[in-house]
């Protein structure tokens, strides 16, 4: 089992910035895979950004690559999603995902509970 609790989110206007954390727990932080997903209201939960063991990363591109950050530090078993540039658009819940294989093949089995982001206008 994994358990992740995020945390960092809250209420900012257009053109701020937020940074997101996930802690995990339960696995060797670097066998695992983090990802952090959102799911903005009347939505479906869509993929945000992944980085594996050895820090591959993937953005999705089209929302907002160029304006996050995901990182992760091994030591701390905690993964990071630096926000910047807000749009009222990225307001959703924020989730963080583990995926037990370290180069994130398969599905994100394990979730945190949610951050809300809310970006004013």
């Known amino acids: 089992q994994v358990q992740l609790v995020e945390s960092g989110g809250g209420l900012v206007q257009a053109g701020g910035s937020l940074r997101l954390s996930c802690a995990a727990s339960?696995?060797?932080?670097?066998?695992?895979?983090m990802g952090w997903f959102r799911q903005a209201p009347e939505k479906e939960r869509e993929f945000v950004a992944t980085?594996?063991?050895?820090?591959?990363?993937?953005y999705n591109a089209d929302s907002v690559k160029g304006r996050f950050t995901i990182s992760r530090d091994n030591a701390k078993n905690t993964v990071y999603l630096q926000m910047n540039s807000l749009k009222p658009e990225d307001t959703a819940v924020y989730y963080c995902?583990?995926?037990?294989?370290?180069?994130?093949?398969?599905?994100?089995?394990?979730w945190g509970q949610g951050t809300q982001v809310t970006v004013s206008s």
């Open positions: 995902a583990a995926n037990t294989d370290r180069n994130g093949l398969g599905q994100y089995a394990y």
């Open positions: 339960g696995r060797t932080f670097n066998s695992l895979a």
């Open positions: 980085i594996t063991w050895s820090n591959y990363i993937q």
